[in-house]
């Protein structure tokens, strides 16, 4: 069972960025979709970024032209780069493989990203 660790998150005003980073316990390479996705306060969980393992890339239309995902299989890590950071974005971010409306494996601890104005 992969075993997944978010972090990289923390306080940012508008406009800022930061880079959050997805550790996994064993080799990705076979997770054909890996994913990122948020959960704000009182919201459900929303993906909002995924990438295959051909490198092709997917975003929700609220993070398109401001998030960029990639991975790095090699070294069993998948990041967000986010910039221009809007207080809406705030939320946990959990990194996952999709599976229906939910993720493949058990969730990890994700990790905070707050927004102020």
């Known amino acids: 069972q992969v075993q997944l660790v978010e972090s990289g998150g923390g306080l940012v005003q508008a406009g800022g960025s930061l880079r959050l980073s997805c550790a996994a316990s064993?080799?990705?390479?076979?997770?054909?979709?890996m994913g990122w996705y948020r959960q704000a306060p009182g919201n459900q969980r929303e993906l909002v970024a995924h990438i295959t393992n051909a490198g092709a890339t997917g975003y929700a239309d609220s993070v398109k032209g401001r998030f960029t995902i990639s991975r790095d299989n090699a070294k069993k890590m998948v990041y967000l780069q986010m910039k221009g950071l809007k207080p809406e974005d705030t939320a946990v971010y959990y990194c996952?493989?999709?599976?229906?409306?939910?993720?493949?494996?058990?969730w990890g601890p994700g990790t905070q990203v707050t927004v102020s104005s």
């Open positions: 064993t080799n990705i390479f076979s997770i054909i979709i």
């Open positions: 996952n493989a999709p599976l229906s409306d939910s993720g493949r494996f058990p």
